[in-house]
C-alpha cells in the first residue's frame, strides 16, 4: 500500500511539474471554440464560417478569452513558442470582436473612419489592452515570419481560414505550411489562375515587404505551388470583408 501511494505521489509530482515548466497556455477552451467552425459558403468563396451565436451563447468564447488574458506571456521563451501564442491571440481577439457586436456584416464596421476597428481595444494581453493592430504590427511582423499572413484570421470571408487545432510551437512549421497551401489551393480568394495572369490575394500586395527575405511574393508562391504556369503574378482578387459567419436576419 505505502509503494502504491508512494508512486502515486511521485505521478502527481512530475505531472505539476510539467504543467509549471509549460510554456504555452492551456488551448482546451479554445479548442471548443474551433468545434463551432465548419466548412461552407458564402458569396461565392468557399471557406471555414463560424457559428458566432454559438460560441457567444455557449460561453466557450468568453473562457477562450479568459484563458489568453489569464496567461503572462513572459513566459514564452522561444520565437516558435511566441509566433503560435500570438497568432492564436490575434485570432481570438477577432473571434471576440465580431462577437461582442453581433449581429454585424463586417468586422470593419465595429471601427469607424476616425479609428478603424484594428487600433481599438480588443482586449487585454499580459495585463495591457491591446489592438489587433499591435498584435499583427508591433509583435508578430518584427519575428520575420511571412506565414503569419495566411495563419491571422480578421473575421472576413477573403481572410485566410481559421484552422480546426489551435497553432503550438511543436507544430507550428508544418501548421503554417498548410496553411499557405490550403489558401493559395482556393481559387475564390487564394489563388486563381487565368489566361494571361495569375491572381492572388491581396495580402501578397499590401504585406509584399514581408515575403522579400524569402525571395518575393513569387517565390513563395511557386514554394507551394511549384507547377503554376510562368504567367504574371498580380494581387488582383477582390477582397470580401464580409464577416465570415453565417448569415444573419
Known amino acids: 500500500m505505502f509503494m502504491k501511494i508512494l508512486a502515486a505521489c511521485l505521478i502527481n509530482l512530475l505531472w505539476f511539474a510539467g504543467q509549471a515548466q509549460a510554456a504555452e497556455p492551456n488551448w482546451s477552451d479554445y479548442r471548443v471554440v474551433l468545434n463551432h467552425v465548419k466548412p461552407g459558403n458564402k458569396n461565392g468563396v468557399k471557406l471555414m464560417l463560424v457559428d458566432y451565436p454559438a460560441i457567444k451563447a455557449n460561453g466557450s468564447l468568453d473562457k477562450a478569452y479568459q484563458a489568453l488574458a489569464g496567461f503572462d506571456p513572459r513566459r514564452l ?10 497568432i492564436n491571440a490575434y485570432n481570438i481577439l477577432a473571434l471576440k470582436t465580431v462577437a461582442d457586436h453581433w449581429p454585424v456584416d463586417s468586422i470593419k464596421d465595429v471601427g469607424s473612419l476616425f479609428k478603424p476597428v484594428w487600433d481599438k481595444p480588443a482586449g487585454q494581453l499580459g495585463g495591457k489592452e ?37 497553432y503550438s510551437a511543436a507544430k507550428l512549421a508544418s ?27 491581396k495580402i501578397f500586395d499590401w504585406f509584399e515587404k514581408d515575403f522579400a527575405a524569402g525571395g518575393g511574393v513569387a517565390a513563395f508562391i511557386k514554394r507551394y505551388q511549384p507547377e503554376l504556369p510562368d504567367l504574371k503574378i498580380k494581387a488582383a482578387i477582390d477582397y470580401d470583408w464580409s464577416v465570415n459567419g453565417k448569415q444573419h436576419y
Not at 499557405?180 to 489562375?193: E, H, I
Request: proline share 5%; charged share 25%.
Open 77 to 86: 521563451s522561444s520565437r516558435e513558442e511566441r509566433l503560435a501564442f500570438y
Open 175 to 201: 501548421q503554417l505550411d498548410d496553411q499557405a497551401q490550403r489558401f493559395l489551393s482556393n481559387t475564390g480568394k487564394g489563388l486563381s489562375v487565368g489566361q494571361d495572369q495569375i491572381k492572388v490575394s
Open 130 to 166: 491591446v489592438t489587433l493592430g499591435e498584435v499583427e504590427h508591433t509583435i508578430l511582423r518584427p519575428l520575420g515570419e511571412p506565414r503569419i499572413h495566411l495563419a491571422i484570421v480578421c473575421a472576413s470571408v477573403s481572410c485566410p481560414d481559421l484552422r480546426d487545432e489551435p
